[in-house]
T-cell receptor, first 109, second 115 residues
Framework: GQNIDQPTEMTATEGAIVQINCTYQ??????LFWYQQHAGEAPTFLSY??LDGLEEKGRFSSFLSRSKGYSYLLLKELQMKDSASYLC??????????WGAGTKLIIKP | NAGVTQTPKFRILKIGQSMTLQCAQD?????MYWYRQDPGMGLKLIYY???????DKGEVPNGYNVSRSTTEDFPLRLELAAPSQTSVYFC??????????????FGPGTRLTVT
């Protein structure tokens, strides 16, 4: 079966660094996406990894290891506005996205 | 450039009623998708379309129908609404020439309650 696992909830402090992990088992692999979703809003694209390694984009970085079926999203210099759910999604062999349940990130002052 | 728009934003249906959720995009994207999102669950693909006149089932198509007569519009039809269809529905679009799952742009969602 196809499965994507992420922690349900994480808490971090404003100004700190947090790492959100995602492990996957899918039929085929055509890239891994991270999306941000604020409560009551639509998901918005953060990053896309198709090759192993780290992709950096400002305060956000995403890492992929295809051999381990593992990715993480790293958020630096946390701000209150980073309080949101972070969704991991994998492109499968049919080029459709399989979505994780999301990780709710709570930022405390 | 409005992006992806959805109407209505909220709707309450009685069991057995039918309705159409509207979705439109003005980015000339070829791919369009309908997802549902239940609390604490990941997005589930209902139907998708790779271009006008072409639609296909996703993971959870039962109880829904779609059509794609134009590039811009991708309505989702619910027939005989059931409480299990209470959810938030998101429409999304993307552009790809290779079939690879590139970035999807989402509409604001429709919150549907069936009672």
């Amino acid at each position: 079966g196809q499965n994507i696992d992420q922690p349900t909830e994480m808490t971090a402090t404003e100004g700190a660094i947090v790492q959100i992990n995602c492990t996957y088992q899918t039929s085929g692999f055509n890239g891994l996406f991270w999306y941000q979703q604020h409560a009551g809003e639509a998901p918005t694209f953060l990053s896309y990894n198709v090759l192993d390694g780290l992709e950096e984009k400002g305060r956000f970085s995403s890492f992929l290891s295809r051999s381990k079926g593992y990715s993480y999203l790293l958020l630096k210099e946390l701000q209150m506005k980073d309080s949101a759910s972070y969704l991991c999604a994998v492109g499968d062999s049919n080029y459709q996205l399989i979505w994780g349940a999301g990780t709710k990130l709570i930022i405390k002052p | 450039n409005a992006g992806v728009t959805q109407t209505p934003k909220f709707r309450i249906l009685k069991i057995g009623q039918s309705m159409t959720l509207q979705c439109a995009q003005d980015m000339n994207h070829n791919y369009m998708y309908w997802y549902r999102q239940d609390p604490g669950m990941g997005l589930k693909l209902i139907y998708y379309s790779v271009g006008a006149g072409i639609t296909d089932k996703g993971e959870v198509p039962n109880g829904y129908n779609v059509s794609r007569s134009t590039t811009e519009d991708f309505p989702l039809r619910l027939e005989l609404a059931a409480p299990s269809q209470t959810s938030v529905y998101f429409c999304a679009s993307s552009y790809t020439t290779s079939g690879l799952p590139y970035e999807q742009y989402f509409g604001p969602g429709t919150r549907l309650t069936v009672t």
